[in-house]
């Protein structure tokens, strides 16, 4: 073989590193992702259907799980082998290993398509393509002004082109509409911890700091499905008897616990902040928080103390359904690992895509800044980033209301920088936008947006009420979609723009830890592919943008060093020959210094370098069934609790893996986890097909029975599009600090059958 690129997997914030080569002659061994064991079910074990389908062993083989031979429809044009690297250590998903399978997909969308009035797309030239677009943009800005243009970016984006996105929207565009799907993922998370730490990154420590840990809370994440080569950290956690997994099913990490492994905590679905305030009232008043770190390194612990008071555990028992005893076995737990060999508490989308998604997330920091984890060698509080750059997506300019360096667009003096790195007065320089929720929601409107971008985003199926979101798609003056593939949303542009892969690009990402990581070209693109920096390079020369717009990623990446010098996020002291040379760079990496790869060693990000405790309490709406979802699902009787979330074959919204043959296979569609007591009860057996609905919404699919799922709620991956689309029937209800929507408890209705006039494929025998 030739000697091969080192590179990072284009998927979750985890970046596993690997290596792409050309191979000299014959393909390689694929299967797909099939273990090394030869097994062909993806890494499952031969547990029972009722542990949440997959082993804690089963999990764990996926960690450094091999490649064999099948399934994928032409040979990739690339080789695949897992690098060593502090976070994968050499391993790979299947999603890892199958990625190069779509560099050559049939289906690459290869040279720009305009849809016609007939409703088809058809190609037409990139010049041609280009003078639609200015012509539409300059005809929006004249008849409704600026902001009826709007960019809606993706977490998946380097950070060259995340960066060169945000100044192409607020200066070519000239528009204040622009947010991103990060929005959905990360966006209560960054909101606690900066009110909190003064400071918003996923991990502050390296994600091997967990090896070393005694005790592992993690609330809302399972990492064994959605990054299995994490689970590998856990493991010290484990043989310790102190890994402790909060999640209402009993997901394979929820089975990581077992054999002594630690414990499952399964609370109600939308209860995790009242089960955090349990936990803290147990470390107050049985002593075992750190009171030296509290007087030295903290301010609000007094209102903290008087905001948990009425959450003793048997009272919170009967709130959650977490039995008290397990709530004190946890608390002191955590704090005999905060003595002894280490303590951390972790969440993830579970505990935060809830309309209190901050107050849960700052519950947690609350938590662990009263047992002195923040700050320490040895333990601390961290959120596990999912999209490949989510952390650098929203530090560099596609968030509403920021400007790059993670400076609030607000700032006056945030401005001034800005203004004087891009050359233009400030006055040009928009004000805050929409968050995504409410831009999407105004698509279409007279005073809304009516001519839109997106960029790495497929919300047709990602984003809540997608009925909704779809409608308003199809009411928009125009659309362009860049993208690889013709995805759900791509489906409704009137302009698709076909952009390069992950393995045809050179940039930056920033993975899950602070750290800024070199993507490197393996290949070129397909000829009449263009790189998204040179598409909004033509653009802005096109719409006589003001300052300069280079398509070369080396140097936006240059501009984006002086762009967030001094900033929060300060990438100054990095450059590509660094990351080159293999450097470890963990932001803030100021001109001079050598990066920070643990944050709040010394002090904390707000002035006087103390963290802030934030009292809070539960202060949700009502999830009960309203009248006009009852009345729109046509039901009468018990609604249940709809949780969403992801599998291990699939990312995001599926619009790559649905295309990798060999994941397709494992997971040809949706499937809705009902516990057996629930199914009985509406005559529904193993593999019928159900229907599942409310006001918003109806979908269909097969249903799937385990213990492993509370008798209330059930579960559907949101990875499929159109009649399983599991965001038709969620909520565009949103947190009013974080903008992010209520993700985890729309009520439904489950009943056997199709939905009414509905046709699906529901991925039988034959059809697979």
């Given at each position: 073989m ?14 596993c ?16 992702g099939r ?10 074990s ?8 997959r ?17 994928v ?6 080789d ?49 393509a ?5 012509t ?5 800005r004249?008849?409704f ?6 960019v ?10 995340a ?14 509409r622009?947010d ?17 730490f ?11 700091d967990?090896d070393?840990?005694?005790t592992?809370?993690?609330?809302g994440?399972n ?24 999640d ?5 990490t ?6 002594g492994?630690?414990l ?6 939308g209860t995790?902040?009242?089960?955090l305030?349990?936990l ?29 008071a009425s959450?003793w555990?048997e009272r ?13 076995d ?24 809830h ?17 002195g984890?923040p ?14 750059n ?8 596609q ?29 040009l ?7 995504a929720?409410?831009?999407?929601r ?29 409608a ?10 860049c993208?690889?593939?013709?995805s759900?949303?791509a ?20 993975n ?9 070209r ?14 909004m ?8 943008a ?8 080396e ?29 470890a760079?963990?932001?803030p990496?100021p001109?001079?210094?050598?990066g ?8 904390f ?48 919204s599926?619009?790559?893996?649905r ?32 229907s ?5 919404g109806e ?6 029975l ?9 579960f ?8 399983e689309?599991?965001n038709?029937?969620t909520?565009?209800?949103?947190d ?5 929507p ?5 009520k ?7 939905g009414?006039?509905?046709t ?9």
């Amino acid at each position: 073989m030739t000697a091969g690129a080192a590179t990072h997997c284009p998927y979750c914030a985890l970046q596993c590193a690997m290596t792409l080569t050309v191979p000299a002659s014959g393909r390689p061994a694929d299967d797909g992702g099939r273990s090394a064991t030869g097994a062909d079910d993806g890494g499952r074990s031969a547990a029972s259907a009722d542990d949440g389908g997959r082993s804690a062993a089963g999990a764990a083989s996926l960690a450094g799980a091999a490649p064999s031979s099948a399934g994928v429809p032409e040979a990739p044009l690339l080789d695949i082998t897992g690098r060593d690297f502090p976070t994968n250590r050499g391993g790979l998903c299947r999603k890892g290993w199958t990625s190069a399978s779509l560099l050559n997909h049939p289906g690459r969308v290869t040279e720009p398509l305009l849809r016609g009035a007939d409703g088809v797309h058809r190609p037409i030239g990139w010049d041609k393509a280009l003078e639609l677009i200015t012509t539409a943009v300059k005809a929006t800005r004249a008849r409704f002004g600026a902001d009826a243009v709007g960019v809606f970016g993706g977490g998946g984006l380097t950070n060259e082109k995340a960066y060169l996105l945000g100044k192409f929207a607020r200066l070519a565009l000239g528009t204040s509409r622009i947010d991103y799907n990060g929005r959905f993922c990360m966006s209560s998370a960054a909101a606690a911890g900066m009110r909190a730490f003064g400071l918003d990154r996923g991990l502050p420590f390296p994600l091997a700091d967990l090896d070393s840990a005694s005790t592992i809370l993690m609330l809302g994440s399972n990492v064994a499905e959605t990054m299995p080569p994490f689970v590998q950290h856990l493991q010290g956690a484990r043989d310790a008897g102190g890994l402790i997994v909060v999640d209402p099913r009993r997901s394979a990490t929820a089975v990581f616990t077992s054999d002594g492994g630690g414990l499952h905590l399964q609370p109600l679905p939308g209860t995790d902040l009242a089960l955090l305030l349990g936990l803290s009232h147990v470390v107050i008043h049985e002593g075992l928080a750190d009171a030296g770190y509290i007087a030295e390194r903290t301010t609000g612990y007094e209102a903290l103390v008087r905001s948990v008071a009425s959450y003793w555990p048997e009272r919170v028992q009967t709130v959650t359904g977490v039995p008290a005893g397990l709530i004190r076995d946890t608390a002191r737990r955590l704090a005999d690992g905060a003595r002894r060999g280490g303590s951390y508490i972790l969440t993830g989308r579970g505990v935060e895509q809830h309309v209190d998604g901050t107050d849960t997330a700052t519950a947690a920091i609350n938590l662990s800044l009263l047992l002195g984890l923040p700050g320490s060698t040895r333990s601390g509080y961290g959120t596990l980033t999912g999209q490949g750059n989510g952390q650098g997506g929203r530090e560099h300019g596609q968030k509403a209301d920021q400007l790059p360096g993670y400076r609030k667009i607000t700032d006056p003096s945030a401005r001034a920088h800005m203004a004087a790195v891009w050359g233009v007065p400030e006055a040009l320089i928009p004000g805050p936008g929409l968050p995504a929720v409410e831009l999407l929601r105004s698509l279409g409107r007279h005073d809304g947006v009516r001519c839109l971008f997106v960029h790495g985003a497929n919300v047709a199926v990602s984003a809540p009420d997608a009925n909704a979101v779809i409608a308003g798609l199809r009411s928009l003056d125009f659309l362009v979609v860049c993208d690889f593939f013709m995805s759900e949303t791509a489906a409704e542009a009137d302009l698709i723009l076909p952009v390069t892969q992950w393995a045809e690009e050179e940039g930056t990402l920033t993975n899950l830890e602070g750290r800024v990581l070199r993507r490197r070209r393996a290949l070129a693109p397909p000829p009449g592919v263009r790189s998204e920096l040179w598409i909004m390079a033509r653009l802005a020369e096109m719409l006589e943008a003001p300052s300069m717009f280079s398509e070369d990623p080396e140097t936006v990446f240059e501009e984006l060093r002086l762009a967030s010098e001094g900033g929060l996020a300060d990438y100054s002291g990095i450059d590509y020959a660094m990351l080159d040379r293999g450097e470890a760079a963990y932001w803030p990496y100021p001109t001079g210094s050598t990066g920070t790869p643990r944050l709040f060693l010394d002090s904390f990000a707000h002035a006087g370098g103390r963290a802030v405790f934030t009292a809070v309490t539960p202060r949700r709406r009502s999830f009960s069934a309203t009248d006009a979802d009852r009345a729109g699902a046509g039901q009468s009787g018990t609604a249940m609790t709809l949780l969403t979330g992801r599998l291990m074959e699939h990312y995001q919204s599926g619009a790559q893996t649905r295309r990798v043959a060999a994941l397709a296979a494992a997971q040809p569609g949706a499937r809705l986890q009902i516990h057996p007591a629930a199914a009985a009860a509406q005559g529904i057996a193993e593999g019928d097909v159900v229907s599942i609905s409310n006001g918003r919404g109806e979908v269909s699919c097969r249903a799937e029975l385990s213990t492993g799922i509370r008798p209330e709620t059930v579960f559907l991956p949101f990875h499929f599009p159109e009649l399983e689309s599991a965001n038709r029937l969620t909520e565009a209800v949103t947190d009013p600090i974080s903008g992010m929507p209520e993700f985890k408890t729309s009520k439904v209705w489950v009943r056997p059958g199709a939905g009414v006039s509905q046709t699906i494929d529901l991925h039988n025998e034959e059809a697979s």
